[in-house]
């Protein structure tokens, strides 16, 4: 007994060490405390002990594992998941807990705060159009007004009207503003489409959803300029009924258990942008993570001249990448004055931060 105590203290700390057996990473965010150094204020003030708590938790031999099969326990046995916002819905469906409250109406602005968003949207979609900028709001689908007979039957008695969404396109129509609603679109041809625009286990649209938008988005900048744009040439699909791409699969590679969940029969397209012949225009585009997947295959970097990504008003990609930059280092009037196209692209569960700010500082410049 006692030496089957002793390898159970000294087996962790000789894989640690050696690294005796390879196991598959734990993915996420997430940011491996370092080995601190002792000082003697450290040591007196007790952050030193703190810090190496936790690098000791970080490090542990076999943690990877032990986390892998914690978090298989939860799932299976009280059906938790082990990951922020996570929601396990009907059928192992899994949903961000943002996406459900935005579709049931739970986390509603209110008419007078979504008028004033969109009056000074308009001031500054007409102040711009002034200058030859057009400006465009596309409306993202989110996963759980897809899929809502995947949600748990417990979050309905929370379903209240109207929604933000819902507001916000009322808004537009109203002040006749231009945007896209790939919202309604996706809802309205789940049924017709040949594969899933949304899979199971992930949070944002299908690869094959993502290509369409893209190739909607393409079409609908082309038909707002005299320029011959690049075209999206979506090829042969190849199908999959047991593996996913990209981030079909994200929440639940997020989870970090041990089994892999059903999926849906994935369809993965070749493609290509056609632009031997063909001008291209100065964009940049405000979102979340759902533009990640048009950025990553070119529409910006490729299709554009020099497009570029705003993530959340953040960061601006692809810049960023190399030299840091963010939104405070631009002149964002010269910026914003410097494009043929502004899209602000936003999902339902985003709207209730409709423009992440972007809206504000922009009406700031030209109307404060």
Same mark, same amino acid.
């Given at each position: ?214 190739? &909607?988005? *393409?079409?609908?900048? #082309?038909?707002?300029?005299? =320029?011959? +744009?690049? $075209?999206? @040439? ?88 190399? &030299?840091? *930059?963010?939104?405070? #280092?631009?002149?964002?009037? =010269?910026? +914003?004055? $410097?494009? @043929? ?28």
């Amino acid at each position: 007994m006692v030496g089957v105590i002793a390898m159970l203290f000294v087996f962790p700390l000789v894989q640690r060490n050696f690294k005796l057996f390879n196991f598959q990473r734990l993915k996420g965010e997430y940011s491996a405390h370092q080995k601190p150094s002792i000082t003697l204020s450290s040591w007196l003030d007790g952050s030193y002990q703190k810090a190496a708590d936790n690098y000791c938790t970080d490090s542990f031999g076999f943690r990877n594992p032990l986390v892998r099969g914690i978090n298989e326990l939860d799932f299976q046995l009280f059906r938790e998941a082990n990951a922020k916002y996570v929601i396990i819905g009907k059928d192992n469906g899994l949903f961000e807990t943002p996406y459900i409250e935005a579709h049931l109406g739970m986390d509603y602005l209110g008419d007078s705060v979504i008028n004033q968003k969109v009056l000074k949207y308009k001031q500054l979609h007409d102040t711009l159009a002034k200058l030859g900028v057009q400006l465009t709001m596309v409306f993202a689908p989110g996963k759980a007004s897809y899929h809502p007979e995947y949600i748990p039957d417990y979050y309905w008695q929370y379903q209240t009207s109207p929604t933000n969404y819902s507001t916000f396109k009322q808004a537009f129509e109203a002040n006749e503003l231009p945007f896209l609603d790939f919202h309604l679109w996706f809802r309205k041809n789940k049924s017709t489409t040949p594969y899933p625009l949304f899979p199971l286990t992930g949070i944002h649209w299908s690869k094959y959803g993502m290509l369409l938008a893209t190739d &909607s988005l *393409l079409s609908y900048w #082309d038909s707002k300029t005299d =320029k011959r +744009l690049p $075209s999206l @040439d979506i090829g042969p699909i190849t199908e999959t009924t047991s593996q996913t791409q990209g981030s079909d699969a994200d929440v639940e590679d997020g989870l970090n258990i041990i089994q892999t969940l059903p999926h849906f029969n994935m369809a993965y397209p070749n493609y290509q942008f056609i632009d031997s012949i063909s001008d291209k225009i100065r964009t940049a585009v405000i979102a979340d993570s759902y533009y990640w997947g048009l950025f990553d295959i070119g529409l910006s970097t490729i299709a554009c001249d020099s497009g570029e990504f705003w993530y959340y008003f953040k960061q601006v990609y692809p810049q960023n990448f190399e &030299s840091g *930059l963010m939104i405070k #280092d631009l002149d964002l009037q =010269k910026a +914003l004055e $410097s494009k @043929d196209h502004i899209v602000l692209l936003q999902t339902d569960a985003t709207l209730k931060r409709f423009g992440f700010g972007f809206v504000e500082d922009a009406w700031t410049i030209y109307f404060n």
